[in-house]
């Protein structure tokens, strides 16, 4: 049997059988967040900078059920959690971004409160694609560094930009203008 998390079925199966789904999965397995990871790196840094990042492990669990006694309402409720590597806006150096997300969705025509709506293919689903979804709307517009002192751009600014070690300030350096 392959991973419930890839495979297809439709609401009501899911959540017939109350499918839980452990999610163990590398950043690879979920597309489109695997995309836009990539995006982000690929414009600053050229071809292979962050070689692992697609191994990056995403964590958390899908309980499908129904929201109504009457069964009637197929719903999902889960988490899920993963460190993706981004670059900050402000110094342009790589850093590691937590994301945390809470799922909460239903798929008929009706949405109780406090449920989105997602919207089904073919009457089908892929849980894989729920989460996938989910964690690319938790990523940032603009990614940066959390901390003041992790940010190179903020413990410098004031001062003259001094020569940098890393080749991803050295690359903010050139793409910069002269002073
Ligand atoms: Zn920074």
Sequence with gaps: ???PLQQRRTPQELAAVGQVIEIKNKVSDFERLGEAIARDL?????????PAWRDSLVCGRLNFGFADAQGK???VRGHAAVDVWAVCQRCLRPF???????????????AADGYEHWELDDGTLCPADLVDEALVMALPFAA??????????????????????TPFANLKTQMGKEN
């Design 144 to 165: 940066m560094h959390d901390a003041d002192n992790d940010c190179v751009a903020l413990t410098v600014a004031g001062e003259k930009p001094a020569p940098m070690k």
């Design 73 to 75: 309402l197929p719903a």
């Design 96 to 110: 590691s971004l937590p994301l945390r997300v809470e799922l909460r969705l239903m798929f008929g025509d009706v």
């Design 42 to 50: 690929r414009a600053l840094h050229g071809d292979n900078p962050l």
């Design 1 to 3: 049997m392959g991973n």
